[in-house]
Nanobody
Framework: QVQLVESGGGLVQAGGSLRLSCAASGNFLKIAFMGWYRQAPGKEREAVATTTTDVADSVKDRFTFSRDIPKNTLYLQMNDLKPEDTAVYLC?????????????WGQGTQVTVSS
């Protein structure tokens, strides 16, 4: 089983920064995929950055995606935040275990950007 712990969300003024973290732990052999998604009220979930895709065009110049492989931790550095970045940010991990693949979502962390 895979457990995810997300942290780093909060309330920030426009132009501010936040850094999200997602740490994966548990009984697995290897992580096959990690990614950040976000979902704003009334909108569909969208990919922000993953290990298999580029950072979304809407945030490309402001967000940086990184990964600490030995620590099984994913980061999202968000700079110059805008009110339209307000959303619940979710971490997604696909891990390979002895019984196959596990697709796990974090609990989500709220990011609120005030104007």
């Amino acid at each position: 089983q895979v457990q995810l712990v997300e942290s780093g969300g909060g309330l920030v003024q426009a132009g501010g920064s936040l850094r999200l973290s997602c740490a994966a732990s548990g009984n697995f052999l290897k992580i096959a995929f990690m990614g950040w998604y976000r979902q704003a009220p009334g909108k569909e979930r969208e990919a922000v950055a993953t290990t298999t895709t580029d950072v979304a065009d809407s945030v490309k110049d402001r967000f940086t995606f990184s990964r600490d492989i030995p620590k099984n931790t994913l980061y999202l550095q968000m700079n110059d935040l805008k009110p339209e970045d307000t959303a619940v940010y979710l971490c997604n991990v696909v891990a390979m275990g002895r019984d196959g693949l596990s697709n796990v979502w974090g609990q989500g962390t709220q990011v609120t950007v005030s104007s």
